[in-house]
């Protein structure tokens, strides 16, 4: 299963609304996750089943889906949100990425 | 939870490297649990994953037939064997839980990370 991120790269003020989009080549129902990878860091999990945030995430995240297009959303950045963002599909082995989009100030 | 991986470094093309991932903070019997890697300046690329009980195991097709995952629960540890290495697989290697909030969630917390190097 192919996953389609757009666009690779985003270039977004501190305050402003961000999204960013994800496409499935194929149905994955909602088996969609988000993760934020820092540079130099670990990545960490954002959003699950394509719309939920994880306990740990700022509510100012969000995801979206509309059959096999899905969207990450921030509202409102904060200078920590600066990342690059992967989604992944975990619908069927093998699990897929994104090719990522880097946020830049 | 904390997950560790350790056993990185440089390795000459063609040899062989075992990886381990040090589970702690939740009961590492219970979850599946993933490989993944990240060429320098690259991408995330899914790699592997194993079954809480140590089967079944899945591979993506770039490594499958030269990489194994395997686990020993008594440890809570995880392993990825490399072999027949090649320079592509240069990159970190992160091991990975996955989760169910009652359904299955997929990969909720990562390691560090471990570098592997393969140069002549």
């Known amino acids: 299963i192919q996953m389609t991120q757009s666009p690779s790269s985003l270039s977004a003020s501190v305050g402003d609304r961000v999204t960013i989009s994800c496409r499935a080549s194929?149905?994955?129902?909602?088996?969609l996750a988000w993760f934020q990878q820092l540079p130099g860091k670990a990545p960490k999990s954002l959003i699950y089943?394509?719309?939920s945030v994880q306990s740990w995430v700022p509510s100012r995240f969000s995801g979206g889906q509309s059959g096999t297009h899905f969207t990450l959303t921030i509202s409102g950045l904060q200078p920590e949100d600066f990342a690059t963002y992967y989604c992944?599909?975990?619908?069927?082995?093998?699990?897929?990425f994104g090719q990522g989009t880097t946020l830049e100030l | 939870v904390q997950l560790v991986e350790s056993g990185g470094g440089v390795v000459r093309p063609g040899r062989s490297l075992r990886l381990s991932c040090a589970a702690s903070?939740?009961?590492?019997?219970?979850?599946?649990m993933h490989w993944a890697r990240q060429a320098p300046g690259k991408g995330l690329e899914w790699l592997a994953v194993?079954?809480?009980?140590?089967?079944?195991?899945y591979y993506a097709d770039s490594v499958k037939g030269r990489f194994t995952i395997s686990r020993d629960n008594s440890k809570n540890t995880l392993y990825l064997q490399l072999n027949s290495l090649r320079f592509e697989d240069t990159g970190v290697y992160y091991c990975?839980?996955?989760?169910?909030?009652?359904?299955?969630?997929?990969?909720?917390?990562w390691g560090q990370g471990t570098l592997v190097t393969v140069s002549s």
């Open positions: 990975a839980k996955d989760d169910y909030y009652g359904d299955y969630i997929g990969i909720d917390h």
């Open positions: 903070g939740f009961t590492f019997t219970s979850f599946d």
């Open positions: 194993i079954s809480f009980d140590g089967s079944p195991k």
């Open positions: 194929q149905a994955i129902r909602n088996n």
């Open positions: 089943a394509a719309l």
């Open positions: 992944q599909q975990y619908f069927d082995y093998p699990y897929t």
